[in-house]
């Protein structure tokens, strides 16, 4: 049998052997694992995970306190269908150690696993993710471990699909996110710091639920963004964005700032509410799409007022500084895309604050031949604020729109929203803008009284 055949088997096999590069005795890893199997320290404590692991069939993974998993570029352990358990012990030489195959410094005092010298140094995303999938038992955990330097292909350090391990006492550090979360995940993350992650420290789709206890982002302007990461996708059923929080530093944040990474689209039957309070700032070219019922409701208390702007705006959210770089970058109008009620769509943006966010041609809040309730809200820093196209009719009650490059409203000749007490302060033009368009049903382009002007321009 040759070397490799001994390695796949349906029984996980390891390859042993002294390599004289290295001051430990390295086990190659690779493979499949659909047996009960425990990793341990006997005849050396460091694995080399040379190809991807996958646990099935329901086996059970043990890794016991002070093995070190080093994964060469790209590899992933993956909890398909049954448990992993990675519980070590509060102390230095009982943790267990996931990081990449050229991080000399693990386990102490160091190991040249490598046996490079120093030609190489670890970084972010040189491995891929510790994965559970839908099939992983919830009784999954990793405790008192550290997990360094994966991340790779826009990945977590830990990765959630449909699954809810617990990760307790561990240390996250250098990866792209430090725990992704798909699906309906509701990770326990216990007890645990989050450290220089290129993106986010923590990034989910809307439908995941984490729950966060004692959860630390270590180091202020560690991470890339010091927020909340939200995965683009569709949305179905009831959905609800709800505040949450975390530790900076030694400071802690009862709500934390959204970074909203690709765009979300609500389909049609299904619905999203956002909870009074919460504030996003949406990535460049991002967009809220809404074909269902989008919920954007705050209150008159401006701290619960819900905020839609630039993650270069320091003005709002906890922390204000969300990208970590002073005063180096300033919001600008067209930072974000825009929040967009599609055909037929229903819902309401009430006491909201949107800024820095539209197209050049399109409003920052569109509607097209919908007729959510606009009301209550402060619409500024875009070309357009709100534009209503095709049917749409919406009623538009009570806004601020102001520092709008053009007209802070965009409407079609067939649109017919209703107006009342808006204010337009400092905007490019004080009108009503027309969509340049072919209009394909009978419509009056009536006189409007909007903002204290009568028959508006």
Not at 22 to 42: C, D, H, M, Q, S
Not at 122 to 135: A, E, G, M, R, T
Not at 237 to 246: D, E, M
Request: some cysteine; proline content about 4%.
């Amino acid at each position: 049998m040759n070397r490799a055949k001994l390695v796949l088997t349906c029984v996980l096999v390891l390859v042993v052997g002294i390599l004289p590069r290295t001051a430990f005795a390295a086990k190659e890893l690779y493979g499949t694992i659909n047996t009960n199997t425990t990793l341990t320290t006997f005849g050396g404590r460091i694995y080399e995970v040379t190809g991807n692991v996958t646990v099935s069939s329901g086996a059970v993974l043990t890794i016991n306190p002070g093995v070190v998993l080093k994964f060469h570029s790209g590899r992933y352990l993956a909890i398909s269908d049954g448990t992993l358990t990675a519980i070590g012990k509060n102390d230095p030489d009982s943790l267990i150690w996931f990081t990449s195959i050229k991080d000399d410094n693990v386990p102490p005092p160091g190991d040249d696993t490598n046996g490079d010298g120093a030609a190489t140094v670890p970084d972010n995303n040189d491995w891929n993710s510790i994965v559970f999938n839908d099939n992983a038992s919830d009784l999954s955990k990793l405790q008192y471990c550290s997990v360094k330097y994966g991340g790779s292909s826009y990945s977590g350090a830990v990765v959630c699909n449909d699954a809810s391990p617990t990760i307790e006492d561990c240390d996250l550090f250098a990866a792209y996110y430090g725990v992704l979360c798909r699906g309906e995940s509701e990770p326990v993350l216990r007890n645990t710091s989050i450290n220089a992650m290129e993106d986010v420290p923590v990034a989910i789709e809307i439908s995941a639920n984490p729950v966060f206890d004692n959860l630390a982002f270590e180091s202020v302007s560690d991470n890339g963004f010091d927020a909340l990461g939200i995965i683009g996708g569709t949305l179905s059923g009831s959905n609800r964005l709800s505040i949450r929080g975390a530790t900076l530093g030694a400071v802690p944040i009862d709500n934390l700032v959204y970074i909203l990474l690709q765009d979300v689209t609500i389909s049609g039957g299904g619905s999203l509410t956002i909870q009074p309070g919460v504030v996003v700032k949406p990535k460049s070219g991002t967009d809220l799409f809404v074909n269902g019922t989008l919920t954007m409701d705050g209150t008159s208390d401006p701290d619960s007022q819900i905020v839609f702007t630039s993650f270069k705006d320091d003005n709002y959210g906890n922390p204000n500084d969300t990208n970590n770089d002073g005063s180096i970058t300033s919001p600008a109008v067209g930072d974000w895309g825009q929040i967009e009620f599609g055909d037929g769509s229903i819902g309401s943006v009430t006491w909201s604050v949107c800024r820095f966010g539209g197209t050049a041609y399109e409003g920052m809040i569109r509607c097209y031949n919908s007729s959510p309730v606009i009301m209550n809200n402060e619409i500024s820093d875009a070309n357009f604020g709100v534009e209503q196209g095709g049917l749409s009719g919406s009623l538009i009650l009570n806004n601020s729109f102001s520092n709008c490059i053009y007209t802070p409203i965009l409407m079609s000749v067939s649109a017919d929203p209703m107006f009342a007490s808006n204010t337009f302060t400092n905007n490019g033009v004080t009108a009503l803008g027309i969509i340049g368009e072919t209009v394909g049903v009978n419509s009056l382009l009536k006189i409007r009284s909007v903002a204290g002007y009568d028959n508006i321009t």
